[in-house]
């Protein structure tokens, strides 16, 4: 049995599924029943509610369970804590793995959700614990919270510049890579970069792709981040989740962020990665009304 944290959100739900195809039993720890039902919904074969930063509730949810699958609430100004709470409770369990989603390229301190990754994957290899980090970047699927404005307005806008170039994941093969590796010891004690781009894309590269597939010319927008922060998708974020949320644009725009190799997914999946292009035409494939993000 393998124990899932941030079982409710698009990370944790993919994994579930996947995990579910491969016949791997998932526990979605989750913090309410309206979770727990999306997580069932997913594949989970059970679900556990409780608080993940109680560490009575970390230690009870992975009774019977002998690996952990790790994922941190979003943005959040304690996930080193977090993270070592529920290290310190896999290990007291014995479990025989522990599987981190982690983030592309962690050692940015410019952005404090990568560093505090880094610091939870180097208390991971001191469990003395199997273990595999999983180093996604942005997911492919982001276009999607904006897709009834980017059809409406046919502008696609973010707080950072369109200029500068992002690597991108199919939130799908993410997944599936992590189902992967929690079947098989093939890939224990290993850090792994999942992109399916080299050398990034811009946004206005990606309003190129828009445009093509959407037949109307989409145009590239900055927005202002102070109206950006007042959209209603923000309105139960903390102060310190928006905080971080600015830096890690603010790091976008001066830099961009570039890194990592399909190859690497590739080998997990043992199929190439899926590019942009693939994951934009599979979007397209869907009815209209299916296309924008609902969670």
Same mark, same amino acid.
């Given at each position: 049995?393998?124990?899932?944290?941030?079982?409710?959100?698009?990370?944790?739900?993919?994994?579930?599924?996947?995990?579910?195809?491969?016949?791997?039993?998932?526990?979605?720890?989750?913090?309410?029943?309206?979770?727990?039902?999306?997580?069932?919904?997913?594949?989970?074969?059970?679900?556990?509610?409780?608080?993940?930063?109680?560490?009575?509730?970390?230690?009870?949810?992975?009774?019977?369970?002998?690996?952990?699958?790790?994922?941190?609430?979003?943005?959040?100004?304690?996930?080193?804590?977090?993270? $070592?709470?529920?290290?310190? +409770?896999?290990?007291?369990? @014995? #479990?025989?793995? !522990? &599987?981190? =989603?982690?983030?592309?390229?962690?050692?940015?301190?410019?952005?404090?959700?990568?560093?505090?990754? $880094?610091?939870?994957?180097? +208390?991971?290899?001191?469990? @003395? #614990?199997?273990? !595999? &980090?999983? =180093?996604?970047?942005?997911?492919?699927?982001?276009?999607?919270?904006?897709?009834?404005?980017?059809?409406?307005?046919?502008?696609?806008?973010?707080?950072?510049?369109?200029?500068?170039?992002?690597?991108?994941?199919?939130?799908?093969?993410?997944?599936?890579?992590?189902?992967?590796?929690?079947?098989?010891?093939?890939?224990?004690?290993?850090?792994?970069?999942?992109?399916?781009?080299?050398?990034?894309?811009?946004?206005?590269?990606?309003?190129?792709?828009?445009?093509?597939?959407?037949?109307?010319?989409?145009?590239?927008?900055?927005?202002?981040?102070?109206?950006?922060?007042?959209?209603?998708?923000?309105?139960?974020?903390?102060?310190?989740?928006?905080?971080?949320?600015?830096?890690?644009?603010?790091?976008?725009?001066?830099?961009?962020?570039?890194?990592?190799?399909?190859?690497?997914?590739?080998?997990?999946?043992?199929?190439?990665?899926?590019?942009?292009?693939?994951?934009?035409?599979?979007?397209?494939?869907?009815?209209?009304?299916?296309?924008?993000?609902?969670?």
């Amino acid at each position: 049995m393998i124990l899932v944290t941030g079982a409710a959100g698009l990370s944790g739900r993919t994994a579930i599924g996947a995990m579910a195809r491969r016949s791997l039993h998932t526990r979605a720890f989750v913090r309410d029943e309206a979770q727990a039902l999306q997580a069932r919904e997913a594949g989970a074969a059970e679900t556990f509610v409780g608080d993940l930063r109680n560490p009575a509730d970390a230690a009870a949810a992975l009774r019977g369970c002998d690996a952990l699958h790790l994922i941190a609430p979003r943005l959040v100004g304690d996930e080193v804590a977090i993270g $070592l709470s529920r290290l310190a +409770a896999a290990r007291q369990a @014995g #479990l025989r793995k !522990v &599987v981190y =989603q982690g983030v592309s390229h962690p050692w940015i301190q410019d952005m404090p959700h990568h560093w505090d990754k $880094l610091l939870v994957q180097r +208390a991971i290899e001191e469990t @003395g #614990l199997p273990f !595999v &980090v999983l =180093q996604p970047t942005n997911y492919m699927r982001n276009v999607t919270w904006a897709w009834e404005l980017l059809v409406r307005e046919r502008v696609y806008r973010l707080p950072y510049s369109a200029d500068t170039p992002l690597s991108w994941v199919d939130s799908d093969d993410v997944g599936e890579a992590a189902a992967v590796v929690h079947a098989t010891d093939r890939f224990d004690q290993g850090a792994y970069e999942l992109c399916g781009t080299v050398g990034g894309l811009t946004r206005r590269q990606l309003c190129a792709m828009l445009s093509e597939r959407l037949g109307v010319e989409i145009r590239p927008e900055v927005a202002d981040w102070d109206d950006w922060r007042r959209l209603p998708r923000y309105a139960r974020w903390s102060s310190e989740q928006l905080r971080r949320l600015q830096c890690m644009f603010a790091y976008y725009d001066r830099h961009g962020l570039r890194g990592g190799n399909p190859a690497v997914l590739s080998m997990l999946l043992g199929r190439p990665a899926t590019t942009y292009e693939q994951y934009l035409d599979r979007l397209m494939a869907l009815p209209p009304q299916q296309r924008a993000a609902r969670d």
